[in-house]
């Protein structure tokens, strides 16, 4: 479903994606792992589009989208959340969620019906799988950390994509919440039929939800496999595993 | 349940201020009703600019100028042509939001600051063109003696005109800002990198945002037109824009209704006490100092936190 070949991005004289390659097949969830200025944000920023790849192809359902702009890859289908919040602080939980599906139904530039008619219920059906629903009134700035996290997915599924990237779903979350976002995320990715792409710095959650493992170094990917690959991977062993 | 009895009590509110300004003329003297009907006028203009700047996030810090060119289409149209009048009131929106679309294109283009700085330099040019234009637009000396239809050269009628078109767009803006664009444009206001990752054409809605902000601008233009059948180059002059921005700073930028309240305030500052010193703006100067430290929110926006918890920890979380 999406194909990165040879990826590279630069920032200044800082090679922060140096040949990454990535495979990311229908239906699966596959986890991208390294160590921290590995490059595996900014290999999602290049995949949406929030920044502009200097070499290699990325290559979603069979089309190059590495030119377009975030908001037309967004409407091919692919959704993302962030490691750091990113959500609308000002605007209340079902409001945040609301502008990502109202994008999503191309209903944002209606001027004259009262938002709170529209979608409703879509965006009601997201926030009841995420658990937010008793707090749809609340201003999303206010929500504790955990919440805004799993509201940032939330946004991200109003887009309802056919894959999601998540990029550290769980930091800073209590070792209680992070169990249960990735049992969400899991849950979500079976009942939607998602094609997950997260990466996440604990190694148990990983190997157990992940289906295929890429693991990067220096901005380059140094190999993606099954989780059992990629742990009897010598290399892998060396500059990561092994270094914890 | 609660929700219920707050939006009902809110209905009596409205409905007793809108018998109030209906029978105002009746009882208080002229005077007054000029002041009322200038209220409008600015208050229309002071909503149209926290569009852009408290809904959406702009910093449109020239919006004076969309006001003035609405007024000055009105004026030329009806001094220097035979065209029925109620063309020009049309055509000064019109006109108002078309140099808005061509100054936005541009502007969208930046981000934060560097947007406020390219719109002040354009809306500066235009400024300068009238300004100099002596054969066209009179220049400094403006334009006087607009004819105006019967209906509305008394003072009485351009008040009871200029209250029915506050009203609607009163009506309008707040559909607007309720709609599905209005959401997405708080939504860019809060967020502009996560709505492109939504899937939302930023610079489109930004410039759709002014467009509809300037048109306003540009009618609240024409009705200061039906009400002192004059135009000034100052209409267009920074320092106007300036104060209709202390305005929604002053009531409330993040609230509808805060523009009309900081309108209010400033037009009785300057009409009270700018009768007794020009240092009237002392006065408003001192009170922005104590609403910004106090009252971040404006006055309005205070009261609207005080029914809406967590907007104050949002906005104080933002801030980190």
Redesign the interface.
């Known amino acids: 479903m999406l194909q990165v070949e040879a990826l590279h991005k630069s920032f200044e004289d800082f090679m922060a994606v140096n040949g990454a390659n990535l495979t990311v097949g229908k239906g699966e969830i596959v986890a991208v792992i390294g160590p921290n200025g590995a490059g595996k944000t900014t290999l999602f920023n290049l995949i949406?589009?929030?920044l502009k790849r200097d070499k290699g192809k990325i290559i979603f359902k069979s089309e190059d989208i590495s030119e377009l702009?975030?908001?037309?890859i967004?409407?091919k289908g692919i959704?993302?959340s962030?490691q750091i919040v990113?959500?609308?602080?000002?605007?209340t939980v079902f409001?945040?969620a609301?502008?990502?599906v109202?994008?999503?139904q191309r209903?944002?530039?209606?001027?004259?019906?009262?938002?709170?008619t529209?979608a409703v219920k879509e965006t009601r059906n997201i926030l009841e799988s995420m658990g937010l629903l008793e707090k749809e009134k609340?201003?999303?700035?206010?929500l504790s950390h955990g919440d805004q996290k799993i509201l940032e997915i939330a946004?991200?599924l109003?887009?309802e994509p056919e894959l999601l990237i998540l990029d550290e779903p769980t930091a800073g979350m209590s070792p209680e919440e992070t169990q249960a976002t990735m049992d969400l995320v899991r849950r979500l990715a079976r009942m939607r039929g998602l094609t997950i792409l997260f990466c996440e710095h604990d190694m148990d959650i990983v190997f157990s939800i992940a289906q295929s493992i890429m693991v990067m170094r220096h901005g380059q990917t140094i190999i993606q496999g099954t989780p059992e690959e990629v742990r009897g991977n010598k290399e892998v062993q060396e500059a990561y595993l092994g270094g914890e | 349940m609660f929700k219920n009895i707050v939006y009902s009590k809110w209905f009596g509110f409205v409905a007793g201020i809108l018998i109030v300004l209906i029978i105002l003329p009746l009882f208080v003297p002229r005077f007054f009703v000029y002041i009322f009907a200038l209220i409008y006028v600015t208050s229309l203009l002071a909503m149209s600019l926290n569009m852009v700047v408290g809904y959406g996030g702009m910093f449109q810090f020239h919006h004076a100028v969309f006001y003035g060119v609405g007024a000055y289409t009105v004026a030329l149209m009806l001094t220097k042509s035979s065209m029925p009048t109620w063309i020009g009131f049309i055509a000064g929106p019109i006109v108002a939001a078309f140099t808005g679309l061509i100054i936005g294109w541009f502007c969208v283009r930046l981000t934060r600051l560097y947007f406020g700085m390219l719109q002040i330099s354009l809306g500066s040019l235009i400024w300068a063109i009238v300004f100099r234009w002596y054969g066209f637009t009179g220049g400094d000396d403006g334009i006087h003696g607009v004819p105006m239809p019967s209906i509305i050269s008394s003072l009485n009628g351009s008040y009871y005109f200029i209250l029915i078109i506050f009203l609607i767009c009163l009506v309008v803006m707040y559909m607007v800002i309720k709609s599905p664009f209005g959401s997405t444009l708080q939504a860019i206001r809060d967020n502009s990198q996560r709505c492109e990752a939504v899937g939302i054409n930023v610079r489109r809605y930004q410039l759709l945002g002014i467009v509809i902000a300037t048109f306003f601008a540009g009618v609240a233009g024409v009705l200061f037109v039906a009400l002192e059948r004059s135009v000034f180059a100052e209409m267009l002059f920074w320092v106007l824009s300036l104060e209709i921005f202390i305005m929604c700073l002053l009531g409330g930028w993040f609230t509808f209704a805060g523009p009309i309240l900081g309108a209010a305030i400033t037009v009785a500052l300057r009409t009270f006490v700018g009768r007794y010193t020009e240092y009237w703006t002392l006065i408003l100067g001192v009170m922005l100092i104590l609403v910004i430290f106090f009252l971040p929110e404006g006055v309005m926006g205070f009261f609207q936190g005080l029914f809406k918890p967590g907007i104050k920890e949002a906005t104080e979380r933002g801030k980190r």
């Open positions: 949406t589009g929030a702009p975030p908001y037309e967004c409407m959704s993302r962030y990113n959500i609308f602080p000002r605007l409001e945040n609301q502008v990502a109202l994008s999503h209903r944002s530039s209606n001027l004259f019906r009262p938002a709170k529209i609340s201003i999303a700035g206010s946004v991200a109003g887009n």
